[in-house]
Nanobody, 127 residues
């Protein structure tokens, strides 16, 4: 599975960005998808996840109400809509896919659940 993330950039606090991640190499509707983020010197942090069909979603508390994960299986694309951005949201954002048939929402925030990763896209939020 190849993942190509895009949509990062620089915005002021309170602004919005939409990240996209296009998957190829495998049937997209078979892949639970997630977004993680990482800042220098810190571990990669879970942001949001979506089940195969998008019917189940989970976002971390720190972004709940501001970020939304969605997917378009016809376009093999997962999105992360980010609103009301804060400086602390600045990070490199990575999309990830799980090739496991045992993926569950209960473990969706674990980095170990994902075996395919995109290259990352930088998000910078200025105050």
């Amino acid at each position: 599975v190849q993942l190509q993330a895009s949509g990062g950039g620089s915005v002021q606090a309170g602004g919005s960005l939409r990240l996209s991640c296009v998957a190829s190499g495998r049937t997209f509707s078979n892949l639970p998808m997630a977004w993680f983020r990482q800042t220098p010197g810190k571990e990669r942090e879970f942001v949001a996840a979506s089940s195969w069909t998008g019917s189940l979603k989970y976002v971390v508390d720190s972004v709940k109400g501001r970020f939304t994960i969605s997917r378009d299986n016809a376009k093999s694309t997962v999105y992360l809509q980010m609103n009301s951005l804060k400086p602390e949201d600045s990070a490199v954002y990575y999309c990830a896919a799980s090739g496991s048939s045992t993926w569950s929402l209960r473990r969706a925030d674990s980095i170990d659940e994902y075996d395919h990763w995109g290259q990352g896209t930088q998000v910078t939020v200025s105050s």
